[in-house]
């Protein structure tokens, strides 16, 4: 049984018209579209970026105020002294890091003890009664909470961490702040890490 060719009958010099006025209505609503949504997107992925490198480097600092302490007994009191000590290097590279956010070298606020305990503000007793508890039962610590009145953007001498000189909503929740100003990663969030990290090798699979 032979089939019929199916031919299409063609376009109308009208139809025609119609058609690619059509296309050209799609494309123009299309345009309209990532006009509008592309560059916000963007934006949002490029200030979630600044974010990370932002958490990242505020680590890298909390490393290199721990290995001064460990050398020297005491806090450092400048980010200087960490930029320019040698034998050992405390900071990769020449340490002199902009802040992400900002994308200035001098927008770091340095934290002093006792500015960031963990869990919350509590008086010096309360934290070290918390303390040995923890480590008595070989449990982590909550993260260290700011407590920004006690850490000023001029404040001068012994630091344990680094915060961003930034404030307003962040994307990312850090140590469970939302808040730029609220951002603090101690040496004390630095050995909680740690450890949580060697609980989590020391689990049975």
């Keep these: 049984m032979s089939r019929t060719p199916n031919f299409r009958a063609p376009l109308r010099p009208d139809q025609e018209g119609f058609t690619l006025a059509s296309l050209?209505?799609?494309f123009t609503i299309i345009a309209i579209i990532v006009a509008y949504t592309v560059p916000t997107q963007w934006s949002l992925v490029m200030r979630?970026?600044?974010e990370r490198q932002t958490i990242?480097?505020?680590k890298q600092y909390a490393r290199g105020i721990e290995?001064?302490?460990l050398?020297?007994?005491v806090p450092p009191t400048s980010l200087e002294q960490l930029q320019e000590a040698r034998q050992p290097r405390m900071l990769r590279g020449t340490g002199k890091w902009a802040m992400p956010l900002t994308g200035k070298e001098d927008d770091w606020?340095?934290?002093?003890?006792g500015a960031a305990p963990p869990g919350g503000v509590m008086n010096p007793q309360?934290?070290?009664?918390q303390q040995q508890q923890q480590q008595q039962a070989g449990t982590p610590r909550p993260p260290s909470k700011l407590n920004p009145e006690a850490s000023p953007k001029d404040y001068v001498g012994p630091f344990v961490a680094v915060r961003p000189n930034a404030t307003g909503k962040s994307l990312i929740t850090f140590n469970g702040a939302e808040d730029y100003g609220q951002w603090v990663y101690t040496i004390d969030d630095l050995k909680n890490e740690r450890l949580m990290q060697q609980m989590a090798l020391s689990q049975p699979k």
Excluded: A, G, Y
Excluded at 109 to 113: A, G, L, R, S, Y
Excluded at 126 to 129: L, R, S, V
């Design 109 to 113: 606020i340095m934290v002093p003890q």
């Design 24 to 26: 050209l209505v799609i």
């Design 67 to 69: 290995n001064w302490q």
């Design 71 to 73: 050398k020297h007994q």
């Design 126 to 129: 309360q934290q070290q009664q």
């Design 56 to 58: 990242f480097l505020m």
């Design 48 to 50: 979630r970026e600044r």
